[in-house]
């Protein structure tokens, strides 16, 4: 493999990559794997790619692995890149959409989990604990389970009830927390020793940022070497744009694409830090965002970790950050579902947020635009509101409907 260290993202501090790590041991910053591009370039063509299977695991050389045999897989492959029809994406011309919600367990926290169990499992790690809004615990504990590593999961208490389901019959031990995620990161944070469980928190450990690189791999290859003008990407605690930044830097450097799209920011208007801070040109999020609520459970994360690397990602490739309503969101949810696309409700507040970029005058309609999709709304029916609240209940004998 290629990996030749691990370097903090604040101070530069280096680390061997066959250690277990968790976050800086100076400064407490966000740490990330390098590797030997120049060796892998001289190595590795893109000839060789096209003469594997379309998988996730297709560039295993640049994942944190010591070896293939480590890998934990239950399957992933590469998700729908598809183009949607112009009567549905105008004024947009050249609009797609990327479907993870396809992805083992539904959603893209299983790219993350699948790198970081392998390697955990490598190091020999037993248990593990976990903060979440309920997708990355699920996949955690699907991951987990099959590596035979014990899950621990803590969630908010109105964590959608079917995720909650999933983790407990994947055989993770389940925790609801009277409190948002920051309040079970603490939990997690406070007892992670006295249990001896490694905590994959996001953005709290290498290993995750690596799973959602992959993501930029798979779907420049997708779009034939040529990657998109834009990608709209729903946000909570930051992992996934993180991720895509890091795996278009590694593409440039490769020497593979010769542009970087520009990675768009997507947050509810109920939780919003991210959006926040970009407005005021922060460099990082200073305050816990208050009462924060929204429809969208995976975006509800008031104070995310490390949230200087996002923000840095925005910079860097000249992006912004978007919030849209819940209203805005549970609309767009219709409009994918009229296209047969399940799109969760963090997936569809990317639709949102590109007619709002439009109307606001920031686009003209001619970039090639990307709305990555992350989850898969079949995990999300228990939450959404019904127009009417009390169902009727018919007898077998009915001969009319009592509404009409």
Sequence with gaps: MYAVGVECSRCGRTYSPDVLLTV?????????????????????????????EDTFWKFIELLPLSSPKSVISL???????????EDFSKPFRNLYVKDDGRLPTGTFKARGMSVAVSKLKELGVKRVAIPSAGNAAAALSAYGMKAGIEVYAFMPRDVPENILKECAFLGAKVYLVDGLINDAASIVGRLSKKYSWFDVSTNKQPYRFEGYKAMAFEL??????????????????????????????????????????RLVVVQSSGCA?????????????KEPWENAETIAAGLRVPKPYASYLTLKAIEETSGMAVAVDDEEIL????????????????????????NKVYEEGELDGDEKTLLYLTGNAMKYFDILKMEKKVLPILDRNVDSLPDH
């Excluded at 890091?246 to 542009?259: C, Q, Y």
């Excluded at 609309?331 to 990317?350: D, H, N, V």
């Design 331 to 354: 609309s767009s949810m219709k409009s994918l579902f009229r296209l047969g696309i399940y799109a969760c409700p963090e997936a569809a507040a990317t639709l949102a947020a590109l």
């Design 24 to 52: 800086c041991g100076e400064c407490g910053g966000a740490l990330l794997f390098r590797y030997d591009l120049a060796r892998f370039a001289d190595e590795f063509s893109l000839k060789d790619a096209e003469r594997r």
């Design 273 to 285: 830090p991210f959006v926040e801070a970009y407005k005021r040109g922060e460099t990082e999020i």
């Design 75 to 85: 399957g992933e492959p590469y998700t729908p890149l598809l183009k949607l029809p």
């Design 220 to 261: 420049t290859e997708q779009f034939h070497w040529d990657p998109p003008d834009l990608i709209f990407f729903p946000t909570g605690g930051g992992e996934g744009v993180i991720g895509l930044w890091k795996g278009f830097k590694e593409l440039t450097e490769l020497g593979w694409v010769d542009k970087t799209p």
